[in-house]
């Protein structure tokens, strides 16, 4: 969604004095007391070269923007002194969301290098940063988090939940989640939100060249966002017999995030990402 937001901002910008290209627009991830969206601070960046206020310039593009129909996902905002927000929408982000859970996830960006590849990767093993011990603490802390996923999956498949697909693990059953509840956006709690924003950055990381010193850092945050949202947001008990919905979105959640992990273990840091430990 980054790159979407860069090159809608980047047309808004193509007549005005300045030349910039379209991944020099600064865009990034709203912090992590504000609502779930991005923020650009381009007019900030452009009042360097003109007269008008970092204000006034955020206001015009503001205006351009809210006519981009690919841009629905959000509500357009500024901020003093001359922010640029997008916030999202409940039906952009379960839209986004949907598609994170349909649209498959490969790692471009070079990988680790570890003692023990992984012999299905197909990917140059590149070596930006030192090799990763694979029988450390933290790989074994990044590893529980992918088999608690799938334990998640397989339990919520065995209670007739949803099917799966047997080799990926992909929701086969429901087609479409039900993400909103009489139009609200479901996942509210805080670590919901918090594992959706570590969502966010990874999937706009995964596939720029400067992101592979970083992967176990990733990686990190997400095992840990993954298992606090796991101690901390019911999917079974009263939570399923009242609100169904609910538990059928944080399971979907569980998905994403297992989808995303997978990716970053096997693809990124050239480890194994095993169904169950």
Not at 59 to 76: C, G, I, P, T, V
Not at 115 to 142: A, G, M, Q
Request: one cysteine or more.
């Amino acid at each position: 969604m980054k790159r979407n937001l860069q090159k809608a901002i980047h047309q808004g910008i193509e007549t005005s004095f300045v030349s910039l290209k379209r991944e020099e627009i600064p865009v990034e991830l709203l912090p992590e007391h504000q609502p779930l969206g991005y923020q650009s601070a381009i007019a900030l960046k452009l009042s360097s070269y003109s007269d008008q206020t970092p204000l006034y310039l955020a206001k015009q593009l503001r205006e351009f923007l809210s006519l981009q129909e690919n841009l629905f996902a959000f509500s357009l905002a500024v901020r003093s002194p001359g922010w640029l927000q997008f916030h999202y929408c409940d039906l952009g982000l379960a839209e986004q969301l949907q598609a994170f859970l349909l649209t498959p996830l490969v790692l471009t960006a070079p990988r680790a290098a570890t003692e023990y590849p992984v012999e299905s990767s197909k990917l140059c093993n590149t070596t930006p940063f030192p090799k990763i011990d694979p029988h450390s603490p933290e790989v074994f802390s990044w590893q529980a988090a992918h088999a608690r996923c799938c334990a998640l999956l397989r339990l919520a498949q065995h209670q007739g939940l949803m099917s799966l697909d047997e080799s990926t693990l992909k929701i086969v059953e429901p087609d479409r989640i039900p993400w909103l509840d009489d139009g609200q956006f479901q996942l509210v709690h805080p670590s919901e939100q918090t594992l959706i924003r570590s969502l966010l950055h990874i999937w706009d990381t995964l596939n720029d060249d400067r992101a592979s010193p970083r992967l176990p850092s990733l990686t990190e945050k997400l095992s840990q966002d993954l298992l606090r949202f796991d101690r901390q947001c019911r999917i079974w008990g009263s939570t399923l017999k009242q609100n169904r919905p609910l538990s059928l979105s944080r399971l979907a959640l569980v998905a994403i995030a297992r989808k995303t992990l997978k990716t970053l273990l096997e693809q990124g840091l050239n480890l194994i990402a095993p169904p169950e430990l």
